[in-house]
């Protein structure tokens, strides 16, 4: 049984509605540590000086804002603690937008938000009414001392929020150097239209279950190798290549072919067998 992490209310309007923070995500990560290979001694950390080998406790640390190299702003916890966004439990819905209009670059973690007793009802018509307009709450709200922007999103009367990253936060792409081309190559309108077939044959409903971490797999497997003393070969990775510019045709046509082929063939719809028409009855001449 999932539980509780944090408790507070959904405020928007005159409207209060009590709520509880639940955790969407599942951790599967795999727990490595680190040891002496000759003996399997483990490995610990310990916090020294720089240019020392003097052990610092940790109530000896502070933290600090580097202005530049070597020159730091230390910052004490008292400070700190005063600067923290003031601890309340409301989500502050601060706008409704339309979902669409959120690029899922801002999306952060999932959480899922439960009604807290006796606040079924008002859940209920907070999570109808924003699932019938299709819209996203924008909100704010004070969660492990920190100030997050979030989405509250309603499906199948069951309500979300997902923290959201600051728009200072998005490095935008003309920013950086690598992600956009220095010229425009000229596209081929056939090249474009055969890559859009091929998009079109790929495409398929989203079902998050047909997607599995097969490193986590991968990775399991060879534990379970290596533990019962079996001989690993490690295969080497070769770097893929892009597609020539001539090629692009050629592997486009394959990539088509190849999809088609993949596809099991929709047999062809059975022709109905047209119905005999009815012999007109023929009027009976009256005497």
């Known amino acids: 049984m999932a539980r509780a992490i944090w408790s507070g209310s959904i405020s928007f309007g005159l409207l209060n509605v009590p709520v509880k923070l639940y955790s969407a995500v599942a951790r599967r990560n795999i727990a490595l540590r680190e040891i002496r290979e000759s003996d399997s001694a483990r490995i610990k950390h310990r916090l020294f000086a720089d240019g020392?080998?003097?052990?610092?406790?940790r109530d000896k640390i502070v933290k600090a804002f580097e202005l530049t190299t070597?020159?730091?702003?230390?910052?004490?916890?008292?400070?700190?603690?005063?600067?923290?966004p003031e601890k309340t439990r409301a989500v502050d819905v601060v706008d409704f937008v339309d979902i669409e209009e959120i690029d899922p670059m801002y999306f952060n973690s999932p959480y899922y938000l439960g009604p807290a007793d006796g606040a079924e009802k008002a859940y209920s018509l907070l999570a109808a009414a924003m699932e019938s307009a299709g819209k996203a709450a924008i909100a704010r709200f004070v969660f492990r001392n920190?100030?997050?922007?979030?989405?509250?999103r309603a499906s199948d009367g069951v309500l979300t929020l997902t923290t959201m990253r600051f728009a200072d936060e998005v490095v935008p792409p003309d920013q950086l150097d690598d992600v956009l081309p220095s010229s425009k190559p000229k596209v081929a309108k056939k090249e474009q239209e055969m890559a859009e077939q091929l998009i079109e044959s790929l495409s398929t409903k989203f079902k998050p279950d047909d997607y599995r971490d097969e490193y986590r797999e991968q990775l399991l497997q060879l534990i379970e190798r290596k533990a019962e003393g079996k001989e690993i070969v490690t295969p080497e990775a070769e770097a893929p290549k892009a597609t020539k510019a001539p090629d692009l045709m050629a592997a486009l046509e394959e990539s088509i072919a190849a999809v088609k082929d993949r596809k099991p063939a929709k047999s062809a719809p059975k022709k109905r067998k047209k119905a005999p028409k009815k012999a007109k009855a023929k009027a009976k001449s009256s005497k």
């Open 52 to 57: 020392t080998d003097e052990e610092v406790p």
């Open 146 to 152: 920190k100030e997050q922007l979030a989405a509250l």
């Open 70 to 84: 070597g020159n730091y702003v230390p910052l004490s916890k008292d400070e700190l603690d005063a600067m923290a």
